[in-house]
């Protein structure tokens, strides 16, 4: 069986503790590889590595072109590597290989996209200010943050380290990465391809190993400069109490339950492409899935009719099979979570339209029949909480001012969609939605070039775009005194 590795100072090696946990797959519940368990003295020589790594300025101190050469040498190798990565990705988390391979190719592109704005950076001169007094100048100059410590969940395995990854380096930051124990071989293989690529030691390091031992110690690490996290609000806390004792900058990319308004006017199939998009897309494993829908009544049954006869046609199996649209749960534990949730939905007045348990021809691996509730209580939990599992609610609403009421009830504000024939409203409902993302006559696509973060519980900062680049860097002002005379405060100012 395959045993990973962790990645420290350039070397691949075995963690100090020598323990290593098995890596399942979920669609036949058979362990498949081991992964290097590591601990906080793993996290410790990792997070030094990478101090001296900034510190000596091989990196932080190279130009941005010099970067983006090897940062594109990254997105080559990914690419290289596209279908073995997705491959792994697949056997790890369960997803269906289309979606796997979409992940690799937008991981790659993400190495370019912030290549080319380190290189873009590398040709800015420093902003000159005038501060009002002709004595003195001042220029604002951006420095790389330093060490950033990154820590990230299991939905989208490879693709949230490397959010984190590509713009950091690209930044001249120094990293230690440690993704989520339910699925780490995908990030082992971006620590091969980055080894590959010439990145010099010490800049991209990885330790694998669970929350509470490994994360937990990179959370808690002096020596880190920023913690960039991705993951439940509960965990997301516990990162911010401990950037809050060391006085650290944090990026929090936490979780939602984000609403999909949808009007009367606009054609069903379209609505219902997008819906079951909005939530079966990677299993409902998505942080911005659109779980909560709201229908304008005119249109809800007949709505409701076509999304559940669409949502029973869904081919549930096996990652690796051919046609599958909906592959298994991540892990037991997601498994029996989101099934008791469904169970906690069923004791509630909301109408169960579909699914609700396993699918009877699978008797192995982690799977679950999409589930559908309608005309749910707003105050029950699975209306409320996050399931984070192929699990949606749908209720009917009567007014726009109703649907955006409904629509903003919630803790959370990562994502929001709305879709009507009639654009002005769209664009009148989008400004008055309270989340980070919004989403016109679709749900879900994203891309690289344009922010992503959430409002309110959702999380702090924002990943991708150039606020995604902006975050990795230090501003600092140099003001310098350009004058003849004595500055004349204590001195009399002389000729
Ligand atoms: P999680 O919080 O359980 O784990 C996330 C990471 O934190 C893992 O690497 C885990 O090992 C680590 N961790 C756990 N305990 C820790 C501790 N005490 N100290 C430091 N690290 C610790 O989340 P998850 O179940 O892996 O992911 C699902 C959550 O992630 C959902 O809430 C989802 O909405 C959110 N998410 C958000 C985004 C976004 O962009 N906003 C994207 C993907 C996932």
Redesign the pocket.
Known sequence: MQRTSLYIDGKFGAPENRNYFPAVNPATEEPFAEVAAGQAPDIDRAVRAARRAFDSGDWSGLDGRQRADMLRRVAQGIRTRQKEIALLETRDNGKPIPEAEWDVGDAAFCFDYYADLAEEQAGRSPEEVDVGDPRFQARILREPLGVVGA??????PLL?AVWKAAPALAAGCTIVL?????CSLSCHLLAEVIDAAGVPPGVFNLITG???E???A??DHPLVDKMA????????R??MQAASAGIRTVSL????KSPFVIFEDCDIDKAVEWILFGIFWNKGE???ATSRVLVQRGIFERLLDRLRSATEAIEIGSGEAPGVKLGPLVSKGQYDKVLGTIETGKLTAARLVTGGGRPANLDRGYFLNPTIFADVPTDSEIWRE?I?GPVLCINAFDTEQQALDLANDSKYG?AAAVMSDDLERCERVAAKLRAGIIWVNCSQPTFTQVP???YKM??IGR?LGRAGFDAYFETKQVTRFDHNECWGWYLDAQE
């Open positions: 820590i990230t969940p299991w939905n989208f949230m440690k993704p989520s124990e339910l669970t929350g509470p490994a994360g937990q990179l959370a996290f991705t993951g439940s609000v509960t965990t997301g516990k990162v990319e936490l979780g939602g998505v942080c911005s996050e984070f990562l992503w973060g959430g959702s999380g990943e």
